[in-house]
């Protein structure tokens, strides 16, 4: 291999292949979601031989699965940024120190941040949740942001802090993450893939408030 280029190839320089290949397959799932990452083409991103990437990578479904994990966990950023930012001190302002209040913050922010993720890197999306996986792994580290939890855990952190705050029952936590889940994954979906894919920001927006104030009332005591 000659020498020289950015990136994926100067990270190889130093021994690192899978992560330049990996790091093609996430760019090119940016750019076009789960089917636009292909092993090939990954390898030519790289500048290595097609035959260099199966020390690594069996076969393109385990060099998407990898990309997906990987997604899943820039989702998980984005989500700690959004609860970071609407949890501040100053966000909050004088509900600052009413844990109740903060603990509904905490779990609407992590739905903005989710839906948010959806329409800035629709690619990144979907090659995020339209891989084919367990849930057995949702707790997976390599699906785990910069924090150490992956998008499922930070859901879940979100819901244990309504039960400690007095805002869920209790005996409503048990798989309260899948409805949350589900209502917002939803939503994303419609807004990169679906009919609601003509709605202005605003639209877009204004229905967002709606459904994460359905799924807190949904949650919460009455």
């Known amino acids: 291999m000659t020498d020289g280029g950015d990136g994926p190839r100067s990270t190889y320089r130093h021994g690192d292949l899978r992560g330049a290949l990996l790091a093609a397959g996430v760019d ?7 089917h636009a990452v ?5 390898t030519r991103r790289a500048g290595v031989s097609p035959n260099a990437a199966y020390r690594h990578f069996a076969d393109r ?14 989702v998980a950023d984005r989500l700690e940024a959004e609860v ?6 100053e966000a909050l302002g004088a509900g ?20 948010a993720f959806a329409r800035e890197q629709p690619g990144l999306f979907r090659a995020a949740f339209t891989v084919p996986d367990d849930l057995a792994r949702a707790q997976d580290p390599a699906k785990a942001g910069a924090t150490g939890l992956t998008p499922f855990q930070i859901v ?20 309260a993450e899948f409805v949350a889940w589900a ?12 009919p609601l894919r003509g709605l202005d920001d605003q639209m877009v927006d204004y229905a967002t408030d709606r459904v994460l104030e359905m799924v807190d009332r949904g949650l919460a005591t009455a």
Not at 28 to 34: I, S, T
Not at 84 to 89: E, N, P, V
Not at 98 to 115: K, N, P, Q, T
């Open 28 to 34: 090119m799932a940016r750019e076009g979601g789960p």
């Open 38 to 42: 292909v092993l090939r083409e990954a």
């Open 61 to 74: 479904e385990a060099l998407l699965h990898a990309v997906s994990d990987v997604c899943l966990g820039l």
């Open 84 to 89: 970071a930012a609407r949890t501040s001190h």
């Open 96 to 115: 600052a120190d009413d844990e109740r209040i903060r603990a509904r913050v905490e779990l609407s922010a992590v739905g903005y941040g989710y839906v």
């Open 156 to 175: 879940g952190r979100a819901l244990d802090r309504l039960v400690e705050a007095g805002v869920m029952p209790a005996e409503r936590r048990p798989g």
């Open 183 to 194: 209502t917002v994954h939803g939503l994303g979906m419609l807004v990169i893939d679906g």
